[in-house]
């Protein structure tokens, strides 16, 4: 073979004409002819094999030529046939290049076959991608034949796609490189093969689950190329070409520089792409299509999968944690996380590995406080993950936790989520205890310390001395002291002979206590251990001459360097005897091996102990956190908060039930989400229980929910009942069993506390309510067992029995058909009114809330329960005159009781206060559920029956009737409609009326309390008992709600209790009875608003806080008007309390739903708040004024307050009033418009500006109008701030300034206009767009309020007298005639109708 083929850089390069010896295409075959040629192509395949291809390459090429033009067909035989031959090479070349007798032109012949083969396999590939993503973008798949016919070429083209890269991995995996010279594959042909996979790589749907064959081909195509064919360097400057333009690949090309690195053992492409990477700047990375969210994602998912790989070049990507990019912050803390949890971890890191963990760790913690919210909720995330596979060391614990709670106060929503779900991941998997309570750890830890203590304070007495061999001292100083040896024994001057006989006569001095050789030598071995190396040699040498028969010095009778240093190395070491007989003579050293050890573990308990409560009380400090999140607006917080509640409490940390309980409300959210976490939640904490058999499962869920409803408040129970009234109604196969369980502890068949006993009781009712014949098959069994002989010895039971009781009423189960009543001769109300009755003359606290229960029980389940509410109320009142007639002298006690004058013949006769209470509470209720009695039940019951008539008579109408009904249809609708309207108008009439007349008549037994009622509340010396004095007014505002009239004669001495009475409860009291009656009689209570709001202003917090939730149900449902009242309601938002503060908050948030309702108050509020007389600081007026001011957003509304709050200016008279109007105006968020409007109002304000509280205010506003303002308004807010400053220097220094004497010559009559205010004249008006004419005050002082529109008459002002005069005039204790509001507004009402009906 005499040519070469080359592979071109261009398809078209081949038909040019090339070099010497180069193939060129001769014949470019046209479309028609090109399945003739292609049947030869396959024919000779068949015959010659894969080296066909150098015949034939012509027709391969022509078909790529024509690609556009030649039939679908031709080019799928074409690809077939090119795979066959790369697949026909694949199989013949491995035995030809394992032989070495391969001559040069066979060689060039399988090379010349290998280059045809794939190059037109992989531009033939490359061209059927590009045309099936056109194809794709233009066709949809599905509509129509071609639709069709193109779905399903695409989806043969996908499982050929396969085809080609096995054929293309099976030749490039052979060593194919032997065929090139020198083994050196040309550059043109790995990339002809790189190119098309990289085509393959743009496909959209390449990261799709359905391309996971294609993707691992091209993979392993590629890592071939990578490992044997020299394309590491080029192939990862393709990863980070193609990472940017393609953001889907990111998850591909983390998969492909995996394997490359791990199956192939090419690990430096991992270096090569991760620098690139590191190496783009931030502000590479900051503009727009540079790839960065692919960039991170790619670094992200290969830390996940090869982190060990990652850490060697881990230092490049930090850089990244320094940019502004924070989604490549994000993916390096991911990194990190990620080599943390399954690199640095575990107990066996080396002191290297140990630094780079700790290292790494501080990063992460340093970025739970990124200026980015997505990178501290990611870096929490990360932290998650790390405590869930327990890789955190335990010495950053406290840290980190400390850390998390920190992040719940973030202001990123998925911060706050990802840090309660890191705190989830703490509790779930924390080293410590699985009970975690700081209070139950603090005595444990005390006694440990204490212990601890006494151990180190034993031990430190008996602490031993670090002994250092003398053998090793001696090494040590031997070289300075031969220096000093020998310096010693070189001969010396006459002056230092001197020197030395001097020094020796002081050493002999102190030398005269050494009386023998042993002595001396003791004396050289202190003066070598204190370092007096001359002295030591000196002595030694005298020594000799003192001791010459001595052991020790006998050596040194030649006197030389060398004997002088075995001399004192043998008196400093000692010989092995002497050594071992000085040991002997030492005393015993105490083996402290043991108590160090002891010791330690001491210590290390104590440091557990103290770990695990400094953990258990940032447990604590979360949950109080998170309890808080319950209610927040955000569903995703919510249900993490009740998860994190849920987790808390299954480890039992303390404080947990308390997250548990408030969270049960939340299951009457109208959100669908929150509800099922929180009905979820409760399944899995108390529904779902553990055991080997049913009785065992239902007593822990009877058990569980019985510690639940222990200390539950009454809003607490009724949120429990939907969730155990949605269990009994799932049809459980507990449910038998869980009521037999419950039946047999409140019977006391089973021994159980009295508390349990309740709970059992009040589950049965929240199983009536699913199941009402729980409870009504069994009323004989709770009639016997909680209201019997025994009832009066625990009241509390009887009550819960009552309410269990009540729980197959219509009322709860809302029943249509005919009312379920039982006869009046029942058991039950035999044993209650016998209850009641008893109860009145004993003083028990309970029986007051088992009295209203009963009744409520009475008016529900009896037939005419008037008839029986009256014999008991005569029964009641007999055995209290029996009590005061049989044991007056009992209750002669002053404190006790007081002078009763219920009749006139026993003035002289005691009775007992708490007794007289329970007698008139029952009284009240009586009335009150009569009342309810009357336009519920009975309104109800004429309902039905007038329905039922009708419908009779209905059918007693024959077919003829329906003909003439047909026939007047309209007219006949018409008059129905009016009969039907009229008897339920005639109903309410005829309820209205008995409530008016029979409730209240002289036969009436509840009229003959209602003298006594009045006489308690109209007395309060005489009558000072707290239990009376709080029942009679509760019981007087309940016979209130009867009718009209008695309303209007005793609204007046409910107000004066209101005011007057001294105990707090009483007030509170009276606030939400007169709540109710505003809601039922509005007409009557409307004058009286203004006391109502007097008692937000009370002294006592339970007070204010019962009057603002009164007030805000009552304004909210529009009962009563808006008016300037509310400006006590914005004085609460400064409240010292924080639960009033957070109500008063609540109010004006529901407000500012209305359209206009705080705009229209504002002026109102401000002109009160700013009122010298109420003394306000400056502080909490701006506290204020800042909430209020948060909404108004409108453009229009900021525009018109801007105007009024001037025109305020002109009526204001003191300086604190200036200041708190200009605060008011910088408060605004202001805007172009209203910008404009200050500076037509410049009159109203520019006189006070000399004040810095004025000036001040005015000139921020023009601080935030500056920021993003355009030139030209930029321009306007900068002149007005330089009116401002000169008006107010020039009132400082009392020097006009520059422009000011511009403006003055401009215009003559500014400078009157600054210096004063002018006063408003009658006659000028100005007309604003959609405005009436402005009014202006004319009153002076009093003024300071909003001009109306139409003057009205001044309300009177009611005054009280002191409370001497109470005292001295007690029989006149209510208020005059003349000091009652007259009614000046009536209220529109609802029809009697429409409220019966609600």
Not at 361 to 382: G, I, K, M
Not at 1073 to 1082: E, H, S
Not at 1173 to 1194: C, P, V, W
Request: proline residues 4%; hydrophobic residues 40%.
């Amino acid at each position: 073979m005499s040519w070469d083929f080359f592979v071109p850089v261009c398809t078209g390069d081949l038909v040019k004409t090339g070099g010497i010896n180069q193939y060129v295409v001769q014949d470019v075959v046209p479309p028609k002819q090109l399945p003739s040629n292609l049947s030869r192509f396959k024919a000779a395949l068949r015959s010659q094999g894969p080296l066909c291809i150098l015949e034939h390459f012509d027709t391969g090429y022509s078909v790529l030529q024509h690609f556009n033009s030649v039939e679908p067909g031709v080019k799928e035989d074409t690809l077939e046939l090119l795979v066959q031959v790369v697949s026909g090479l694949a199989a013949s070349l491995p035995a030809l290049l394992i032989t070495t007798s391969l001559s040069a032109g066979e060689r060039k012949e399988k090379l010349n076959a290998v280059k045809m083969s794939v190059f037109l396999l992989c531009k033939l590939t490359e061209t059927l991608e590009s045309y099936s993503c056109r194809q794709s973008i233009v066709t949809v798949p599905g509509k129509g034949k071609k639709g069709k016919a193109a779905g399903e070429g695409m989806l043969q083209w996908d499982s050929e796609r396969e085809t080609v890269l096995q054929a293309l991995v099976q030749l490039l995996q052979l060593d194919i490189r032997s065929l090139w010279n020198l083994s050196l594959v040309e550059e043109e042909f790995t990339s002809c093969v790189t190119c098309c996979c990289y085509k393959l790589l743009e496909n959209p749907t390449i990261s799709h689950v359905k391309s996971k064959p294609t993707r691992d081909g091209i993979i392993h195509l590629l890592g071939v190329l990578i490992k044997k064919y020299n394309h590491l360097l080029g192939a990862s400057v393709k990863v980070i070409q193609l990472l940017q333009h393609f953001e889907q690949l990111s998850s591909v090309f983390a998969q492909a520089v995996s394997v490359w690195s791990t199956e192939y053992g090419v690990r430096a492409i991992i270096g090569e792409v991760v620098r690139e990477i590191g190496q783009k700047s931030s502000e590479e990375l900051a503009r727009e299509g540079s790839g960065v969210k692919a960039f991170a994602s790619f670094i992200s998912e290969l830390g996940g999968l090869v982190p060990e790989l990652m850490i060697p070049n881990i230092s490049v990507l930090i850089t990244h944690l320094e940019g502004e990019s924070h989604t490549m912050r994000v993916a390096v803390c991911e990194v990190l996380g990620e080599i943390l949890v399954r690199v640095l971890c575990g107990d066996s890191l080396n002191d290297s590995g140990k630094a780079d963990r700790d290292r790494f760790f501080d990063t992460l913690q340093e970025h739970l406080h990124d200026t980015h919210s997505h990178v501290r909720a990611r870096v929490l995330h990360v932290y998650t993950r790390i405590v869930n596979s327990k890789a955190l060391p335990l010495c950053r614990y406290s840290e980190v936790m400390e850390l998390a709670v920190g992040r719940l106060m973030d202001k990123s929503i998925n911060a706050v989520k990802s840090a309660i779900q890191l705190l989830a991941a703490f509790i779930a998997h924390n080293p410590y205890s699985c009970k975690l309570s700081s209070a139950d750890l603090k005595k444990p830890l005390e006694k440990e310390m204490s212990k601890f203590r006494e151990m180190k304070e034993k031990l430190e007495g008996k602490a031993p001395v670090a002994v250092i061999k003398a053998s090793e001292l001696w090494a040590a100083m031997e070289p300075e002291l031969l220096v000093t040896v020998r310096t010693e024994l070189e001969p010396t001057s006459e002056t230092e002979k001197e020197q030395q006989e001097d020094e020796e006569d002081r050493d002999a001095e102190e030398e005269k206590g050494a009386e023998d050789d042993r002595a001396t030598a003791v004396m050289v071995a202190q003066y070598l251990r204190v370092n007096k190396y001359r002295n030591a040699v000196r002595l030694c040498i005298r020594a000799y001459g003192r001791f010459p028969e001595s052991e020790m010095f006998a050596s040194l009778s030649t006197l030389t360097p060398e004997t002088l240093m075995e001399t004192m190395a043998l008196i400093f070491k000692g010989s092995d005897e002497n050594t071992a007989e000085l040991s002997q003579n030492l005393p015993p050293t105490p083996q402290k091996e043991g108590a160090d050890g002891e010791l330690k573990k001491q210590e290390m308990l104590v440091q557990y102990l103290r770990d695990t409560e400094t953990f258990a009380l940032q447990v604590e400090r979360a949950i109080s956190v998170i309890n808080t999140m319950l209610y927040l607006k955000t569903t995703s917080v919510v249900q993490e908060a009740v998860q994190f509640c849920v987790t808390v409490c299954e480890f039992s940390v303390a404080n947990s039930v308390s997250g548990v309980r408030k969270m049960l409300p939340l299951v009457w959210s109208t959100d669908t989400a929150i509800k099922d976490a929180v009905v979820q939640a409760y399944r899995r904490l108390y529904l779902n229980p553990q055991g080997d058999t049913i009785r065992m499962k239902a007593q822990t869920l009877v058990d569980s929910l019985s510690e639940l409803m222990v200390d539950a408040s009454l809003g607490t129970i009724q949120c429990l009942e939907e969730i155990v009234q949605e269990f009994f109604g799932t049809g459980s196969n507990l449910q038998s069993t869980v009521v037999q369980v419950l039946w047999e502890r409140f019977t006391g068949k089973r021994e159980t506390s009295a508390l349990n006993r309740r709970a059992a009781v009040l589950l049965l009712g929240m199983a009536a309510r699913a199941e009402r014949e729980v409870v009504l098959s069994n009323l004989d069994t709770l009639c016997s067992v909680a209201l019997g002989e025994k009832v009066t010895e625990d009241f509390l039971l009887a009550r819960d029995t009552v309410i269990t009781i009540c729980s197959i009423t219509d009322h709860v189960r809302l029943s249509k058909g005919a009312p379920f009543r039982l006869p009046q001769d029942h058991q039950l109300f035999t044993c209650l009114t016998q209850a009641l009755a008893e109860g009145v003359v004993m003083e028990n606290p309970y029986w007051q809330s088992f009295m209203e229960q009963a009744v409520r029980v009475i008016y529900f389940l009896a037939e005419s329960p008037d008839q029986l509410c009256s014999r008991l109320l005569q029964r009641s009142a007999r055995l209290l005159l029996d009590q005061i007639v049989e044991g007056g002298e009992v209750n002669r006690d002053p404190g006790q009781s007081q002078d009763g004058s219920q009749e006139s013949n026993e003035q002289d006769e005691q009775v007992n206060c708490v007794c007289l209470a329970q007698l008139l509470s029952l009284c009240g209720c009586v009335a009150f559920w009569q009342i309810s009695h009357l336009e519920r039940s009975v309104s109800a019951e004429l309902r039905r029956r007038r329905g039922v008539t009708e419908e009779r008579e209905e059918k007693l109408k024959g077919p003829s009737s329906k003909a003439k009904q047909t026939a007047n249809e309209s007219a006949m609708e018409e008059e129905l409609g009016l009969v039907g309207a009229s008897a339920e108008d005639t109903e309410a009439e005829l309820i209205r009326k008995i409530c008016e007349t029979e409730l209240m008549a002289e036969e009436n037994l509840l009229c003959a309390f209602l003298p006594l009622l009045v006489k308690v509340c109209s007395s309060p010396g005489r009558y000072s008992h707290p239990q009376l004095t709080t029942a009679a007014c509760l019981a007087l505002s309940q016979y209130m709600m009867i009718s009209p009239s008695v309303c209007e004669e005793n609204v007046r001495l409910m107000f004066t209790v209101l005011e007057r009475s001294s105990l707090p409860v009483v007030r509170a009291n009276a606030v939400i009875a007169l709540g109710d009656l505003t809601v039922r009689f509005p007409n009557i209570l409307e004058p009286w608003t203004q006391n109502l709001y007097a008692r937000l202003s009370d002294e006592v917090p339970s007070v204010r806080q019962t009057a603002v939730t009164v007030l805000t149900q009552l304004v909210l449902k529009d009962v009563l008007k808006v008016k300037g009242q509310v400006s006590e309601v914005a004085v609460l938002l400064i409240d010292p309390k924080p639960h009033i503060t957070s109500l008063a908050l609540n109010f004006f948030n529901e407000l500012a739903t209305k359209d206009n309702a705080i705009y229209n108050l504002l002026p109102d509020i401000i002109s009160r708040l700013s009122d010298p007389e109420r003394g306000m600081s400056a502080e909490d007026f701006n506290t204020i004024m800042k909430q209020l001011f948060s909404y108004i957003t409108k453009e229009r509304q900021t525009e018109s307050l801007v105007e009024k709050l001037c025109q305020r200016f002109r009526t204001a008279k003191t300086e604190r009033q200036w200041c708190d109007l200009a605060m008011s105006l910088s408060l605004l968020s202001m805007c172009e418009r209203g910008f404009k409007r200050l500076q037509e109002c410049w009159e109203c304000y520019s006189d006070k500006l000399t004040e810095p509280g004025v000036y001040q205010p005015l000139l921020s506003i023009t601080a935030k109008l500056r920021r993003g303002a355009k030139p030209q308004f930029k321009a306007q807010v900068d002149e007005f701030e330089k009116r401002l400053t000169a008006v107010h220097t020039r009132g400082l220094e009392n020097v006009e300034s520059p422009e000011m004497e511009e403006e003055n010559q401009g215009d003559g009559s500014s400078e009157k206009t600054v210096m004063r205010t002018p006063l408003p004249a009658r006659g000028r008006s100005r007309t604003k767009r959609g405005q009436t004419k402005p009014s202006t005050s004319s009153h002076g002082d009093d003024s300071f309020v909003t001009p109306r529109k139409s003057c009205k008459s001044k309300k009177p002002v009611i005054t009280f007298s002191s409370d001497e005069e109470e005292e001295e005039e007690e029989e006149d204790a209510v208020m005059a005639d003349s000091e009652t509001p007259k009614v000046t507004t009536p209220i529109a009402r609802t029809s009697r109708r429409a409220r019966l009906r609600n």
